[in-house]
């Protein structure tokens, strides 16, 4: 069964910085590419960065969605299986619930998720 444990969310004004973990249970971690998705009120979830495993001597490669590019960073630590998000520049529309997960086509109908951490940035 996967296990993923998101914290690190919480109230902050624009243009503020959070920074989020997640740790994952060793059985996907290790071995998937790994993303953080969020969810604002009314709306579906959405992909939001990944980063691959980053093995067999490569350095892992980041990717993000157009609209975080440039002010969020995702990273990882495979010797604790966890996964981050430096959130910096926020604005009111990264109001959200983020969760992480594994990374790959299809991941919609990814069935375990954990229960997320709220963002919430406003004045």
């Known amino acids: 069964q996967v296990h993923l444990v998101e914290s690190g969310g919480g109230w902050v004004q624009p243009g503020g910085s959070l920074r989020l973990s997640c740790v994952a249970s060793?059985?996907?971690?290790?071995?998937?590419?790994m993303g953080w998705y969020r969810q604002a009120p009314g709306k579906q979830r959405e992909f939001v960065a990944a980063?691959?495993?980053?093995?067999?001597?490569?350095?892992?490669?980041?990717s993000y969605v157009n609209f975080v590019q440039g002010r969020f960073t995702i990273s990882r630590d495979n010797d604790k299986n966890t996964v981050f998000l430096q959130l910096t520049s926020l604005n009111p529309e990264d109001t959200a619930v983020y969760y992480c997960n594994v990374f790959r086509p299809g991941w919609r109908d990814l069935s375990d998720w954990g229960q997320g951490t709220q963002v919430t940035v406003s004045s």
């Open positions: 060793g059985s996907i971690f290790s071995t998937n590419a």
């Open positions: 980063i691959t495993t980053g093995e067999n001597g490569r350095g892992a490669s980041e």
